[in-house]
């Protein structure tokens, strides 16, 4: 983001905050009514008042907005009624979201990111589950009194109307029973801060020996430009105590039936994510499930996720059932400050050593750039290839040094396949190995360079999709490294293609022809029957790139473009300073002359082994 495109968001948070302040501040007549209505509650509080069970039949009757009553709190008494319940949200804001949560139901309803993380489609605040949706909830049940109890169906009392947080501060939602037995929700909220502490605390409430389960489901709104890489990386992540991190399939309907103890449950929505953690773990017999919307019949929401954690396997009748809710970014300096296992493995770096890579090497240095270095993302893009292909250059000089000796000796192969053409492929393979010894050549030596270049390779395609850091950030004709770019708009959607061109992605298949033409010329062909010309391979593989990157984020088209303009210029300095091809011949003339060493161990086990071969396939010959 350039100077005035970041002053022009500073102003626009600005304004917006100011008109959010004047249109949403209380005026007089309201702050006297939420003090009324505060003054209320705590006379209710005061008084051993007992609410009855609630039930679906009873809230037909319940649910009325009623600000005072009369008559008498004590529940033998003749003239009691039931106290007022009033169905109203209470907004938690600690600075990095504002949390609503309803007094029925008593748990979150709606999460607003308010740390300047916008909507692609109307630059509006992420909201990161649909509160208007049927399919986002939140509820907890419990056996109690012969029937089951659903928070959903219950009202609490609010320990506070209103919530801002300037320290660590709690706020406790209650709903009594009756008989002495209540059930109490306390969040403990933390200033600029993404999680929250959540207690759950029965009283006298439940029956001994049995679960209580917290269902949790998740409709989640389509926040980012493309829905094809929203929905590629959105699903279900989980780790149990006895395994690592663990997820269902992304983009398609998956679902899961978990039967150890459950650490922790994130309902991941690409660069964000909502994390139920628990320290001591929840009970066995989770359940999770994912599943993408229809982008058809659906252009609202782009992931659904459905979750039921037991909150405990054997409730006692008593006690605290605490976990934790993280709310926030993917981002992998918060996720890490989380401390929790296997949590920083939620934004999908790669597996094993490509993960590690990511994580520990290319992660960090870009944090670094990205903080101290006052340039755009794309900018920052080019220092990073320019960095990574610097440190690859010992490597790169390796693989040509292989493959300029090989075109030395290419007449010399040519010369080997006309002699043997028609006869023993067993003889020809021989005296070709016998050249590669004389000549001190080993084509296996450009094998050892690209095997090492691999886990950088690899974990660039896994890096640019999932790092934060890239979205909604522009360069050039992108909007968003952090999804496609588009040059051109088609009228009809290309199958396997899409309905845009990607101009970095043309860019990079154009480098990669040039590339792979340059790094292929001196690959030996092979003449045996059946097998694929490489050559013809390689020219087809920059076209099939076309296809396969079009809809993939252009941060990753632009870094593999900039690595292969810069491959092509090591090629080229090495070609014309490094190597001398007269110089490489005369080397192996020099190690023609030289007597042949004796054979290692393992030369000779193949030797053998192809003479073995050899020997087996005249006797098939002689059979026929």
Same mark, same amino acid.
């Given at each position: 983001?350039?100077?005035?495109?970041?002053?022009?968001?500073?102003?626009?948070?600005?304004?917006?905050?100011?008109?959010?302040?004047?249109?949403?501040?209380?005026?007089?007549?309201?702050?006297?009514?939420?003090?009324?209505?505060?003054?209320?509650?705590?006379?209710?509080?005061?008084?051993?008042?007992?609410?009855?069970?609630?039930?679906?039949?009873?809230?037909?009757?319940?649910?009325?907005?009623?600000?005072?009553?009369?008559?008498?709190?004590?529940?033998?008494?003749?003239?009691?009624?039931?106290?007022?319940?009033?169905?109203?949200?209470?907004?938690?804001?600690?600075?990095?979201?504002?949390?609503?949560?309803?007094?029925?139901?008593?748990?979150?309803?709606?999460?607003?990111?308010?740390?300047?993380?916008?909507?692609?489609?109307?630059?509006?605040?992420?909201?990161?589950?649909?509160?208007?949706?049927?399919?986002?909830?939140?509820?907890?049940?419990?056996?109690?009194?012969?029937?089951?109890?659903?928070?959903?169906?219950?009202?609490?009392?609010?320990?506070?109307?209103?919530?801002?947080?300037?320290?660590?501060?709690?706020?406790?939602?209650?709903?009594?029973?009756?008989?002495?037995?209540?059930?109490?929700?306390?969040?403990?909220?933390?200033?600029?801060?993404?999680?929250?502490?959540?207690?759950?605390?029965?009283?006298?409430?439940?029956?001994?020996?049995?679960?209580?389960?917290?269902?949790?489901?998740?409709?989640?709104?389509?926040?980012?430009?493309?829905?094809?890489?929203?929905?590629?990386?959105?699903?279900?992540?989980?780790?149990?105590?006895?395994?690592?991190?663990?997820?269902?399939?992304?983009?398609?309907?998956?679902?899961?039936?978990?039967?150890?103890?459950?650490?922790?449950?994130?309902?991941?929505?690409?660069?964000?994510?909502?994390?139920?953690?628990?320290?001591?773990?929840?009970?066995?017999?989770?359940?999770?499930?994912?599943?993408?919307?229809?982008?058809?019949?659906?252009?609202?929401?782009?992931?659904?996720?459905?979750?039921?954690? /037991?909150?405990?396997?054997?409730?006692?009748? !008593?006690?605290? $059932?605490?976990? *934790?809710? &993280?709310?926030?970014?993917? =981002? #992998?300096?918060?996720?890490?400050?989380?401390?929790?296992?296997?949590?920083?493995?939620?934004?999908?770096?790669?597996?094993?050593?490509?993960?590690?890579?990511?994580?520990?090497?290319?992660?960090?240095?870009?944090?670094?750039?990205?903080?101290?270095?006052?340039?755009?993302?794309?900018?920052?893009?080019?220092?990073?290839?320019?960095?990574?292909?610097?440190?690859?250059?010992?490597?790169?000089?390796?693989?040509?040094?292989?493959?300029?000796?090989?075109?030395?000796?290419?007449?010399?192969?040519?010369?080997?396949?006309?002699?043997?053409?028609?006869?023993?492929?067993?003889?020809?393979?021989?005296?070709?190995?016998?050249?590669?010894?004389?000549?001190?050549?080993?084509?296996?030596?450009?094998?050892?360079?690209?095997?090492?270049?691999?886990?950088?390779?690899? /974990?660039?395609?896994?890096?640019?999709?999932? !790092?934060?850091? $890239?979205?909604? *950030?522009? &360069?050039?004709?992108?909007? =968003? #490294?952090?999804?496609?770019?588009?040059?051109?708009?088609?009228?009809?959607?290309?199958?396997?293609?899409?309905?845009?061109?990607?101009?970095?992605?043309?860019?990079?298949?154009?480098?990669?022809?040039?590339?792979?033409?340059?790094?292929?010329?001196?690959?030996?062909?092979?003449?045996?029957?059946?097998?694929?010309?490489?050559?013809?391979?390689?020219?087809?593989?920059?076209?099939?790139?076309?296809?396969?990157?079009?809809?993939?984020?252009?941060?990753?088209?632009?870094?593999?473009?900039?690595?292969?303009?810069?491959?092509?210029?090591?090629?080229?300095?090495?070609?014309?300073?490094?190597?001398?091809?007269?110089?490489?011949?005369?080397?192996?003339?020099?190690?023609?002359?030289?007597?042949?060493?004796?054979?290692?161990?393992?030369?000779?086990?193949?030797?053998?082994?192809?003479?073995?071969?050899?020997?087996?396939?005249?006797?098939?010959? *002689?059979?026929?």
């Amino acid at each position: 983001m350039d100077n005035k495109s970041t002053i022009g968001f500073i102003v626009s948070c600005l304004v917006l905050f100011a008109a959010y302040t004047f249109l949403f501040s209380p005026s007089e007549e309201e702050i006297a009514a939420q003090q009324k209505e505060q003054a209320r509650l705590d006379s209710l509080s005061r008084t051993e008042q007992v609410q009855p069970i609630i039930t679906q039949d009873d809230l037909g009757r319940n649910t009325a907005d009623i600000e005072e009553f009369t008559g008498s709190n004590d529940p033998s008494d003749s003239n009691y009624v039931v106290p007022a319940l009033q169905n109203k949200d209470i907004v938690i804001s600690n600075g990095n979201w504002d949390l609503t949560i309803g007094t029925k139901g008593g748990l979150p309803k709606r999460l607003v990111l308010t740390d300047g993380y916008v909507a692609y489609q109307d630059s509006s605040a992420v909201e990161l589950w649909d509160a208007n949706s049927p399919q986002s909830s939140m509820n907890i049940s419990f056996e109690h009194g012969g029937k089951t109890i659903n928070t959903k169906d219950l009202f609490f009392r609010p320990s506070k109307q209103s919530f801002s947080v300037t320290d660590t501060s709690s706020i406790t939602f209650t709903s009594d029973l009756g008989a002495g037995s209540k059930i109490e929700i306390n969040y403990a909220v933390y200033p600029n801060s993404y999680d929250t502490d959540v207690t759950v605390n029965l009283v006298n409430a439940g029956r001994a020996g049995s679960k209580v389960l917290l269902d949790w489901n998740t409709a989640a709104l389509h926040q980012e430009k493309g829905i094809y890489n929203e929905q590629l990386h959105s699903s279900v992540f989980f780790k149990t105590f006895e395994d690592g991190r663990d997820y269902l399939g992304e983009s398609r309907d998956n679902e899961d039936e978990v039967e150890d103890k459950l650490n922790w449950v994130a309902h991941k929505q690409n660069y964000f994510s909502v994390i139920a953690i628990s320290e001591a773990g929840f009970g066995k017999g989770g359940f999770v499930r994912s599943y993408p919307a229809d982008i058809e019949a659906d252009t609202i929401h782009s992931t659904y996720y459905e979750t039921r954690l /037991a909150l405990t396997n054997n409730h006692t009748g !008593n006690g605290a $059932l605490p976990f *934790k809710l &993280f709310m926030g970014p993917n =981002d #992998l300096e918060i996720l890490t400050a989380l401390d929790v296992p296997g949590v920083v493995k939620i934004p999908d770096y790669g597996w094993t050593i490509f993960g590690w890579v990511n994580r520990a090497l290319i992660a960090p240095f870009f944090n670094w750039m990205s903080a101290n270095l006052a340039l755009s993302a794309g900018l920052l893009i080019f220092l990073l290839t320019l960095v990574v292909k610097t440190v690859l250059f010992p490597v790169q000089w390796k693989n040509y040094m292989n493959s300029a000796k090989m075109k030395v000796l290419k007449p010399e192969i040519d010369e080997i396949n006309k002699k043997f053409e028609g006869k023993s492929a067993v003889e020809k393979q021989q005296a070709t190995m016998a050249l590669y010894k004389q000549t001190g050549v080993n084509p296996m030596a450009g094998c050892l360079p690209a095997l090492l270049q691999m886990p950088i390779l690899y /974990a660039m395609f896994r890096f640019f999709p999932a !790092n934060i850091d $890239l979205r909604q *950030k522009s &360069f050039l004709w992108a909007d =968003d #490294l952090g999804s496609y770019d588009s040059i051109l708009n088609l009228p009809f959607d290309v199958p396997f293609y899409g309905a845009h061109v990607s101009g970095f992605t043309v860019l990079m298949a154009i480098s990669m022809f040039f590339y792979t033409r340059m790094s292929s010329g001196n690959m030996p062909q092979s003449t045996q029957p059946g097998m694929p010309n490489m050559k013809v391979i390689m020219n087809i593989f920059p076209v099939m790139m076309l296809f396969f990157f079009n809809k993939f984020a252009s941060g990753l088209s632009l870094y593999y473009f900039l690595a292969n303009v810069f491959s092509i210029s090591q090629m080229l300095f090495i070609k014309r300073f490094l190597i001398n091809e007269e110089s490489i011949k005369a080397k192996m003339e020099q190690n023609k002359a030289k007597p042949v060493k004796k054979k290692s161990a393992f030369s000779q086990r193949l030797e053998d082994m192809q003479k073995d071969q050899q020997r087996k396939m005249a006797q098939q010959k *002689k059979k026929k």
